[in-house]
C-alpha cells in the first residue's frame, strides 16, 4: 500500500534551519509531483513547496520564498525540505503529499515543527 513516512521535525530556534524528509513507498514516485503542506493549530493546510517528477519545476508561496527549498531523490524514493531562517509564524505540522493526475492524492501523518526561543 501507499506510504509516505516524513522525518527531520522538532524544535529550532528562530533563525535556525531544519531538514525535512519524506520516504515514499506503494507508488511510482519518480512519476508524482510531490509537495510539502503545513497547518498550524486553528488554520488551514497550506502548500509550502512542490517540485515535479523531474525536479525541472519547483513551486513556493511568498511566505516561504527563498528562505525553504524543495528537492528529491528519485533513486531513493524520497523528497526532502530544506527550511532556513525559520521564524515562529512557521510553527506547524508538515505534511507530505504526492499526486498524478487522478492518482491521490496520498498523505504522510506529519511532523511537527516548532520554531521558538
Known amino acids: 500500500q501507499v506510504q509516505l513516512v516524513e522525518s527531520g521535525g522538532g524544535l529550532v530556534q528562530p533563525g535556525g534551519s531544519l531538514r525535512l524528509s519524506c520516504a515514499g513507498s506503494g507508488f511510482m514516485f519518480s512519476s508524482y509531483t510531490m509537495s510539502w503542506y503545513r497547518q498550524a493549530p486553528g488554520n488551514e493546510r497550506e502548500l509550502v513547496a512542490s517540485?515535479?517528477?523531474?525536479?525541472?519545476?519547483?513551486n513556493y508561496p511568498d511566505s516561504v520564498k527563498g528562505r525553504f527549498f524543495i528537492s528529491r531523490d528519485n533513486a531513493k524514493n524520497t523528497v526532502y525540505l530544506q527550511m532556513n531562517s525559520l521564524k515562529p509564524e512557521d510553527t506547524a505540522v508538515y505534511y507530505c503529499?504526492?499526486?498524478?493526475?487522478?492518482?491521490?492524492?496520498?498523505w504522510g501523518q506529519g511532523t511537527q515543527v516548532t520554531v521558538s526561543s
Open positions: 517540485i515535479s517528477p523531474n525536479s525541472g519545476s519547483t
Open positions: 503529499n504526492a499526486r498524478w493526475g487522478w492518482r491521490g492524492p496520498y
